[in-house]
């Protein structure tokens, strides 16, 4: 199924670039967010008209929308040892990877991915002069590059237990060669979750559309088939949002 860009979100992605850029960005953001470079450049500029203090760049919202969706999937582990393992992929410098594991009250182990250094290096350097504070002290928190086309040479089968993707299906989804990684992405998330984990995307694209995607791209790729749920967000300037949650088949409801 071929994945447009909507009227509506293409002007979201104008709004956006013109609030920090120029208009060769622009265009270079509606054509290739799907390229690292594209977000090397976004970032780095971004940050130079921000030189006096970091400023977090939030993809569709902040973490406050949806910590009640978050938090109740963050269950306590029955090991009193044991911590549970989150990724935000794709995390640009959002705050939302920091705010998770700000508060969670049980230990998280979040580590935060992006393809781009210039975005990871930004988050690193910016916890390191304003360290944020977790409800447990036993909680880590880390930045990573890392493509997540290649999840599984990083991250063990089965070992997490909830990836928040908040956005970067849509970018790819929305770029002009960027659905076949999107379809990859989904895969290797299924492979690297446990099965009780979840994972979760936030968007803006109507369920018709994307329920249809997840389950195409689920099923019949020799990986472990998933049940899709959604449910609203909420109305943010006029645009809907949803959260699509997949989950293993074999997962306990």
Not at 62 to 82: N, R, W
Not at 217 to 244: D, I, S
């Amino acid at each position: 199924m071929m994945h447009r860009v909507h009227p509506r979100r293409c002007q979201m992605v104008l709004e956006m670039a013109r609030r920090w850029h120029q208009t060769s960005l622009t265009t270079e953001l509606i054509e290739h967010m799907d390229k690292k470079a594209t977000w090397d450049r976004f970032y780095s500029e971004t940050n130079s008209q921000h030189t006096n203090k970091f400023k977090n760049f939030e993809w569709f919202f902040g973490f406050d929308a949806v910590q009640d969706i978050i938090l109740p999937l963050l269950k306590l582990p029955t090991d009193s040892d044991a911590s549970v393992h989150i990724l935000d992929m794709g995390c640009g410098t959002s705050a939302l990877g920091p705010s998770i594991y700000k508060h969670t009250p049980w230990p998280v182990v979040v580590t935060c991915v992006d393809i781009s250094p210039v975005a990871v290096k930004l988050m690193q350097e910016h916890t390191k002069r304003t360290p944020v504070k977790p409800q447990n002290p036993l909680s880590s928190l880390a930045f990573l590059e890392l493509d997540c086309t290649r999840l599984k040479e990083h991250f063990r089968p089965q070992s997490l237990d909830l990836i928040v993707d908040k956005g970067t299906t849509d970018a790819l989804l929305r770029s002009r060669d960027g659905q076949v990684k999107a379809g990859q992405i989904l895969r290797q998330c299924l492979g690297v979750l446990r099965s009780t984990g979840s994972l979760i995307q936030l968007s803006d694209e109507d369920p018709d559309a994307r329920i249809l995607w997840l389950e195409k791209e689920t099923l019949g790729t020799g990986e472990v088939a998933a049940n899709v749920g959604v449910q609203e967000v909420g109305l943010l300037r006029g645009v809907c949002y949803y959260c699509y949650e997949i989950t293993s088949r074999n997962s306990t409801p």
